[in-house]
DNA sequence: TCCAAACTGGACATAGAGTCCGGCCATGGA
DNA sequence: TCCATGGCCGGACTCTATGTCCAGTTTGGA
């Protein structure tokens, strides 16, 4: 299929892009006529040449509908947010030739964006902690801490992960507090169960050895 | 010049691209044939349609050059930093009919990364305020300032002056840790029924109106 | 595709939180 | 001195939160 002329065409020009944003945009080539993927740059999903279009990505086709289509916001599967564009590509004769999706990962900055809010003021302002009020808060934090640190949204933690996790809250106390634990199950995005579960394991004075 | 029909042609990919990308990114169709800018999207110099290419954006119409070059990084008279990549767009004969050029300032995202490292160090390394492990020994601290305040030992402490000390521990949310009233009890030499009736007569939207 | 490990949601047992109440003791007024 | 009163005590009791357990389901790998 890669010697399809459209692809030899437009693939350049996508091949930039793709270059140009990394890991962190998939590029794909539609055809307009059948509605199946003619090329992918940077697979993001498991879609590969020849699978069908899906995703509506082709709505554009609309002949009313604008060149340009977006951008607008896709999620995936996993929970990963996508900005999406489309464009359709014309031939010499102004004929649709191709449809043009770029998917921009948006997470990788919104968890960039969201490491930076949580800097800021709070940080240097907090005068006397009291007692932690929002002790609540200090469980998202961690929580989110992590989650920014390896770069897996919430539900796609390794088990290792919610351990660690568990242990820092455990470390920093947050388990003295009442009705701590079902707050944590619900950041962890974990049943009350599960949590009872690692915490049991993590005091253990067992077996394996949990990274901090 | 919007009517050539290379830029017909090429303008809803670029349209797209500069559409994602929103103002970090510059998008440039270069005339290969005259060094002369075509069309450009988001501008981030002043430069225009017309204006000759410079900036060596067109070594890559070395004909042994691939046709997707880059990302390769530039540096703008203002300082800025981009990613840059450019691509050869070739017509139907394979003869090079517009080189796209796609600038990304890095900037914003990197003085992002400055703030990140900048705090990186406390994020990772916050080695945990604790959480007061030893609330315990706040309420004792609250109690003895309150003690040594009103020069009066705990066992003879008025009715008000026990209402005034959980007053303080109420809002310091001593409360909202667990096994907390029994040793709050204690450190008042009072009984727990007694911390409870305090306690609710403190916390009843009433009458008194009790010092802090 | 199949299996084992992991997670879930609910049932359950128990501890802790909070309420109530009868009785005790100190204070103060007659 | 005696009683009335207000506040505290301690223990019984209820209800909620905590923690355990288990059977059924999901899920990630081989």
Redesign the interface.
């Known amino acids: 299929m890669d010697d399809d002329?459209r692809v030899?065409?437009?693939?350049?020009?996508c091949?930039?892009?793709a270059?140009?944003?990394g890991p962190y945009a998939e590029v794909v080539l539609h055809d307009p006529g059948t509605d199946r993927i003619m090329a992918v740059w940077n697979p993001m999903s498991t879609r590969g040449p020849g699978d069908p279009s899906l995703l509506g990505e082709l709505d554009a086709l609309d002949p009313s509908a604008p060149?340009?289509?977006?951008?607008y916001e896709k999620l995936l599967a996993d929970g990963r947010r996508l900005?999406?564009?489309?464009?359709?590509?014309?031939?010499?004769d102004?004929r649709p030739s191709a449809v043009?999706c770029?998917n921009?990962d948006r997470t990788p900055l919104e968890q960039?964006?969201a490491?930076?809010s949580?800097?800021g003021a709070p940080?240097a302002s907090r005068p006397e902690?009291?007692?932690?009020?929002d002790?609540n808060e200090?469980v998202q934090h961690v929580v989110g801490?992590y989650v920014r640190?390896c770069g897996r949204p919430v539900e796609r933690l390794t088990r290792a992960d919610r351990l660690a996790v568990l242990g820092?809250l455990e470390?920093?106390?947050?388990f003295?507090?009442?009705r701590a634990t079902p707050v944590v199950a619900r950041a962890l995005a974990v049943s009350r169960s599960t949590v009872y579960g690692l915490l049991a394991e993590l005091r253990a004075p067992n077996t394996k050895d949990h990274a901090r």
Chains 1, 2 share one sequence.
């Not at 060149?67 to 951008?71: I, L, M, N, Y």
């Not at 470390?171 to 947050?174: L, M, S």
């Open positions: 002329p030899r065409t437009w693939a350049p020009a091949r930039a892009v270059a140009l944003l060149d340009v289509f977006g951008p900005s999406s564009v489309s464009a359709i590509l014309r031939d010499a102004g043009l770029v921009l960039a964006a490491v930076l949580a800097f940080t902690p009291l007692f932690e009020h002790w200090r801490s640190e820092r470390e920093a106390g947050v003295a507090v009442r």
